[in-house]
């Protein structure tokens, strides 16, 4: 029974984070030349605290990897 709560508890995280996330994405998007949505230059500056927050692993790890091809 306590995994199921658990289960529940790390899927209403989950579906917050994700929310979350689509609305800033939203939040941070115009209308391009075309017509059509676009993201504003800096959105990264709004939607990776978040990232960073809700996905710390997924985070660190794709910053080291980027890092270290960087430096290669």
């Known amino acids: ?6 289960a ?5 995280i989950d579906s917050r984070a994700l929310t979350i996330l689509i609305d800033t994405i939203l939040d ?3 209308i391009d030349y075309k017509g059509e949505l676009d993201l504003e230059r800096d959105a990264g500056d709004a939607i990776l605290p978040i990232v960073k927050a809700f996905r710390a692993e997924e985070y660190c790890n794709r910053y080291n990897e980027l ?3 960087e430096e290669a």
Request: hydrophobic residues 30%; neutral net charge.
């Open 1 to 6: 029974m306590n995994e199921i709560y658990e």
């Open 8 to 12: 529940l508890v790390e899927a209403k």
């Open 67 to 69: 890092k270290s091809k």
């Open 28 to 30: 941070n998007c115009y």
